[in-house]
């Protein structure tokens, strides 16, 4: 387990780079933390880690979005609104768990029964009092 303490969106920003460079094929990245906690814009370096230049956002209406153009496809899930884990098994989110891809899914709790057991697990958390802009990260099942 890792605790690392980001000052700045541009620090959780180089730590999703920093994560998303080493990431390989079929690996799952579970990012959870309350509304606020840098999420997209932990996304957003970990995009730029596998090589993708557009632009990424939350994809919460479509519950997963698909980017092709780093060196692995990045299945960016965020299953905040999901109600019944039905709707999983409905957008064939097997295909994307055990591809050849990688999986960022924000909101990870919503799903924990179908979270395999080896997902990394990243926890982003406020400390109001330590600055606004302060978050506690933990990340876990990422041992480099």
């Known amino acids: 387990m890792r605790v690392i303490e980001s000052n700045s969106p541009a620090e959780t920003f180089a730590l999703g780079r920093e994560i998303g460079l080493a990431a390989r ?27 993708i230049t557009e632009a990424v956002n939350s994809p ?3 519950i997963v979005q698909v980017y092709d153009e780093g060196r692995l496809p990045l299945y960016h899930f965020d299953v905040y609104r999901i109600d019944d884990i039905d709707e999983m098994d409905e957008i064939g989110y097997e295909d994307y768990f055990f591809g050849q891809g990688v999986c960022l899914v924000e909101w990870s709790t919503q799903i924990e029964e179908l ?25 876990r099942g990422d041992e480099r």
């Open 60 to 62: 919460t209406f479509t």
């Open 25 to 51: 094929p079929g690996q799952i990245y579970c990012l959870d933390g309350d509304l606020g906690t840098g999420k997209t814009v932990f996304t957003q370096g970990f995009a730029v880690g596998l090589g």
């Open 115 to 139: 979270i395999p057991a080896d997902a990394v697990r990243i926890c982003l958390e406020k400390e109001l009092n330590r600055g606004f802009d302060f978050r506690k990260i933990t990340v």
